[in-house]
Structures are given as C-alpha cells and as structure tokens.
C-alpha cells in the first residue's frame, strides 16, 4: 500500500480510541461516558449550592438562638428509700414554688415538679436539683409522672402538641414526639397511659414510648367537656349544641364501646369499680352499663344548688381513683366538697368530710386532706384510722404521697414533710 493510499484511508465508523489505554471503545458508551461526566460535575456544583446554604443557614440559626433553646442535665439514680411507717405529726422538710406533676410525682427517689419552661427532678430527701430539662423557647402545658416514667408536654404555636419523656429516676431521654392535639390540653395519668383533653378531641398514648393507643375527635359542632380514664374505660361527655351526649371509649384499644344522649349536660365521677356520671343539673348519680350504656339513676349525691360549686373542682381530664376492699368488693371514691365511696352498683357507702381529693395508701386505706391533715379512712366503712398533722400547714387543697416515713405534698407548690 502506497503512502497515499495510507493517509486517504477513511477512519472506521464503529470504533474510537479510548483516551487512557489506546483500546477501541464503542461510540455510544463514549458519548454515555462524556454526559455522566457533566452530569457529575453539575450534581457536585448543586451538592456544593446545598451544603453552602445549610451551612448559612445553621450560622443564622446560632446567630438569632434557634439551635440554643434547651438545655438539660442528666444524674445517676438516687439511692432507694426504705418503705417505712408515717408519723403523726410532720414537719416540712422543704419547699419549692415549682407545681409538682400529674399522676404520682414521686418514683425511684426522684419528686419531679415543674414551672413554666423546665422539668426538675429533685432529690427527695434534700429538694435539691439532680436532674432538668428546660426549653426556653416553649412553655409547659402539663408534665405528669406515672410508672417511672416523665412525660413533659410543651406548648408550641398554640398547640399543646411537643413531648418528650424520660426516666424518671435520672432524667435520660427516652423518647420525643409531636401529636396531632390542637389548641390547649388538660393532662391526666394512669397506669401505663397519658390522657389529654382539648376542646374538640381526646388522645390516649402510651407513657413508656410516646405510641398512640387512640386519638378520637369530637363530631363537627360539638365540644369536649371532660374524660375520665378508668378501667372500665374512658368516659366523654360532649356537647352538641343543645344537646348532651355520653361516650364511652376503651382505654387502651381504638374502639368506642357507646355513645348515648343524656337529658342534661353530665360530668364523668366514676369508670372503674362503675361507670357513672353526675346530673350537673339534679346533683343525681347515674350508673352505665359497660356493654351499651343502659342508664339508671341510683342516688342524689349533690342538692342541686351545690352542683355547680362541686363541679368546678373536677377537671377536664382525670384518672378514677379505686380499687377493691379488704373484702374484694370494688369501691370507687369521688370528692365533690365531701368525700364519696361508690359501690359497683352505684349506691353510696359512706361519706366523709374531705378539702381535698383522695389517694389510696396500701391495701385498706383511703386519704384526703382536712384543713392542715391529712386524714387516713378504712376502706370498707370510712372509719378514721388516724390523722397527720403537716406544719406548716399546706395552703389549698392537696394530695400527699408517702415517701419513706414523711409525705410529699403536692398543692400548687411542692413540699416535703418529715
């Protein structure tokens, strides 16, 4: 082949070089190779783009605070305090103006109290800080403590919607979450659940891990009133207008057991040892049937014109207050200015004068305050075993909770008394 004919042979159509080892490679896989290098360096450029304005916009954040509003402090767990026998006269042994939490404020050691931006565990013996958690940012709805377990509500944009829980004992987080409530919340505790009541709904989740066992939603043009969280349920009264409804929902399972209208608007007393609700209008008692809401009206609990007085001192959202007698039978205890145990089918079994709401202690005693004492009551019959002085005497009503041989009292404020 001449010289000529080399240089005038044409190139061959289906192959090129590759630029790093000489060898043929095919033209569309070059061409494929060409665009995914582009499109590399344009997915670089815009990843760069990304990272440049997060990172301006975490600078912005910790230049106006947003990144800087909670701060927390864990501890170890506190000894244990032996379970001993309360004296009857009490000194206090401290004081916080923190208001105590829900349910039982006292586990592992740890009292937990609260004011309007932080969770405090303080040590039970001294008062002293162990452990806090505050948001600077938000402000507390509710903080409740059941099962040793903490459950901090925060407020956020006009919703009661933030939570966080932790362990009681040390204040590690546990868990955080947002809910689906809207508007402002009334909290209550029980074994293993938390309550919350807004105007138009009620949720029931879990304490230990923050999952839902049910949110329900009032119908439009209806409002919430009050729940009550017992065993035999939770019971809603609802108003729709003028008209006056009773809802009966399980209390750990998405189910709703009934739902029935009621002459007068009714306020919820009883869903454990019964279900019942009082006639905010005749001050009467009304019993349910757990199946399907079969009313009777079994005692006058109230003269009407002390109604509405009694009433006023029931939250919107609350956790029964019962158990079973020295003999096994269910009693349930209501306080509407008096002291009330309430058999399991409706009937009064006896009264007591009371300042306060009840607290069970041990197997056969009931508790309530009476001025500045905390006075103990025999299950079966209300007859007063003995009373405990508290100097100085609380101001307002309270509940008390034994703690080794003293008692934390839990009012508006938090105290000791040993």
Known sequence: MSESEQLSEPARPDFASRPDSGNP???????????NRRAMRLYAAVLAVV?????????????????????????????????????????QRWHSSDRPAGGNPYAAGIVVSYDSHTVNGRDAITGAVRWHYTRSDQTICSVLQQD????????????????????????????????????????????????????HSVHVFDNAGGLDRWNWVAPDGCSVNRALAGGQGVLIAMDCGSVHHLVLRDLTNDSQKWSITVANPMAPVAAGALVGALDLVTGDLHRFTADKGADTRTARLLPPAAVAGAAAHLPRAATTVDT???????????????????????????????????????????????????????????????????SPAPSGTFRGYPVGTGLLVASDETAMYQ
């Open 324 to 390: 079973t007698d020295p003999q096994g039978q269910p009693v349930e205890f209501v306080w509407l200015d008096s002291l009330l145990a309430l058999s399991a089918t409706g009937t009064v079994r006896w009264t007591a004068p009371a300042s306060g709401p009840p607290w069970v202690i041990g197997t056969d005693l009931v508790a309530s305050s009476l001025g500045g004492h905390t006075v103990l009551r025999q299950l079966a019959d209300g007859r007063q075993q003995r009373s405990v002085s508290l």
């Open 25 to 35: 490679v095919e033209p569309a896989l070059l061409a494929y190779q060409q665009h």
């Open 148 to 199: 040793s377990s903490t459950i901090a509500i925060y407020h956020r944009q006009g919703n009661c919607d933030e939570v966080t829980g932790f362990v009681t004992a040390t204040g590690a987080v546990k868990w955080y979450r947002t809910l689906t409530d809207n508007g402002r919340t009334s909290s209550a505790s029980g074994p293993n659940v938390v309550l919350t009541v807004a105007a």
């Open 51 to 91: 990272v440049l304005l997060v990172f301006g916009g975490v600078r912005l954040a910790y230049a106006h605070g947003e990144l800087d509003k909670v701060s927390r402090v864990s501890a170890a767990a506190p000894a244990p305090i032996p379970v001993g026998s309360t004296g009857s006269a009490l000194a």
